[in-house]
């Protein structure tokens, strides 16, 4: 399975922004998808997951309210809409892929996907 990620750039505070990955191969064995960022410094974090079956979704709470995780099962597309932008939220964007069905922590646990992206930057500054 590959992913490839689109949409990054720089926004002002306040702004909005829409991430999209392609997925491609075995894409019938993903059976959860995720949005996760790593801000210079930090560790990589999670952002927001949608499961296949039940398009169950999962947002970290400083993310709740302003972004929304979708996804597009006919183009094995997901997104990721990004609104009200803050400085905190500069950071590389990466989808991922997991083969199984993620619940409760397991979503938000990078161990738990299988396959990655190669990032797209987001940086939010005046």
């Known amino acids: 399975v590959e992913l490839v990620e689109s949409g990054g750039g720089l926004v002002q505070p306040g702004g909005s922004l829409r991430l999209s990955c392609a997925a491609s191969?075995?894409?019938?064995?993903?059976?959860?998808m995720g949005w996760f960022r790593q801000a210079p410094g930090k560790e990589r974090e999670f952002v927001a997951s949608i499961r296949r079956t039940d398009d169950n979704i999962g947002y970290t709470s400083s993310v709740k309210g302003r972004f929304t995780i979708s996804r597009d099962g006919t183009e094995d597309r997901l997104y990721l809409q990004m609104s009200s932008l803050k400085s905190e939220d500069t950071a590389v964007y990466y989808c991922a892929a997991a083969i199984g069905l993620l619940y409760g922590n397991n979503r938000f646990d990078a161990e738990q996907y299988n396959f990655w992206g190669q990032g797209t930057q987001v940086s939010v500054s005046a």
């Open positions: 191969g075995h894409t019938n064995s993903i059976y959860t």
